[in-house]
């Protein structure tokens, strides 16, 4: 008797525990789970061990994807990428297969900690969710649509519609005309954060001797960033060329 008393105990304090945090993992990972350093790609793909992983049930904005807000365009793909990068860290990550797709990636949930990133996204407004193939986040996405968050803090396609080449309107291109060439480059995101070859982070400003003939592989850790202060955060130093 007992025994079922304290099973119904854990099960309200559980249900609860999940209520005020949506996008806590939903379930235990898998014992065959995949699990490492997460290296981000995109706002909704990770690659561990060499292998891709495309979120489960959610879609975040293309890499190369513009939204509009605050009066002027920025890099919401790029902003998305950095959302999760900055998120993971360098913790490790699990990840829980629940399909393929024909890129050969593994369609899955994956969790840091106790966190359902894939959730995490959807609700911090980075992605939305991919009613196509589960609703499984659509509580998450009413959520951060309320609260303005993300990419619902302004004017935006949805990813699968940008990727059949449909961009924002015409009036959200207008609105931008008056921009100065500071806040064009603050969007752009022009200071590019480069990893040496014996692991240090440096990044390089426009005008910076080596900027021109950097290159950044998104795919090796490298990343864009808006500001010095944001790169500093994140644990990069300035060149000193």
């Known amino acids: 008797m007992w025994g079922c008393v304290f099973a119904l105990l854990f099960a309200s304090q559980s249900l609860s525990l999940t209520s005020n945090a ?21 706002g909704d793909t990770i690659e561990i061990h060499g292998q891709r992983f ?15 807000a605050g009066g002027k365009n920025y890099r919401c793909g790029q902003q998305a990428a950095l959302a999760l990068s900055d998120k993971i860290n360098r913790k490790l990550v699990s990840c829980d297969e629940r ?39 659509v509580g998450e996405e009413e959520t951060a649509k309320a609260q303005g968050v993300g990419i619902w803090r302004g004017e935006f396609v949805l990813p699968w519609d940008w990727r059949r080449g449909k961009r924002l309107s015409a009036s959200s291109a207008e609105k931008t005309r008056g921009e100065t ?20 982070r440096i990044y390089h400003v426009p005008g910076g001797q080596n900027y021109s003939r950097t290159k950044i592989t998104v795919s090796k850790g490298e990343r864009m960033f808006c500001s010095e202060g944001e790169a500093r955060a994140a644990g990069w130093r300035r060149s000193f060329r």
């Open 99 to 137: 399909d393929r797709d024909r890129y050969k990636r593994i369609v899955a949930v994956c969790s840091s900690g106790s966190v359902d990133l894939n959730g995490w996204m959807v609700f911090q407004g980075w992605a939305v969710a991919y009613r196509r193939y589960s609703k499984d986040y």
């Open 22 to 42: 949506p996008f806590l993992a939903r379930s235990a990972v898998a014992a065959d789970a995949i699990k490492g350093q997460a290296t981000v790609i995109d």
């Open 181 to 200: 060439q500071e806040e064009k480059e603050q969007a752009e995101c022009l200071i590019k954060g480069n990893i040496s070859r014996s692991g240090e």
């Open 54 to 68: 495309r979120l489960h049930g959610i879609d975040a904005p293309e890499s190369k994807q513009t939204c509009f």
